[in-house]
Nanobody, 116 residues
């Protein structure tokens, strides 16, 4: 079955960096578009970044453009989110997601807290 498992969340100081990973299994990872979302307390889940199956095209929310980088390793079935210059507003649970045959699959999420 399709599984997405995020890791790498942590408590980090403002201005710090963090890399999130999403390990995928149960499907042919290299064939599918992947996305990172986040949900802060009391707010709706929002799209953070997205990447094509080949990694040749990426797109970012305006709030993270220039600070976050989405990438993927199709040989390792893993999606990444490199986050730099972190701000308190980046505090949220981060999720990876894919859509297969019109169905959305989500990971369980990983907590990122940006605080001094």
């Amino acid at each position: 079955q399709v599984q997405l498992v995020e890791s790498g969340g942590a408590l980090v100081q403002p201005g710090g960096s963090l890399t999130l990973s999403c390990a995928a299994s149960g499907f042919t990872f290299s064939r599918y578009f992947m996305r990172w979302y986040r949900q802060a307390p009391g707010k709706e889940r929002e799209l953070v970044a997205e990447i094509t199956n080949s990694g040749g095209w990426t797109n970012y929310a305006d709030s993270v453009k220039g600070r976050f980088t989405i990438s993927r390793d199709n040989a390792q079935n893993t999606l990444y989110l490199q986050m730099n210059s972190l701000k308190p507003d980046d505090t949220a649970v981060y999720y990876c997601k894919t859509r297969i045959m019109y169905r959305d699959y989500w990971g369980q999420g990983t907590q990122v807290t940006v605080s001094s």
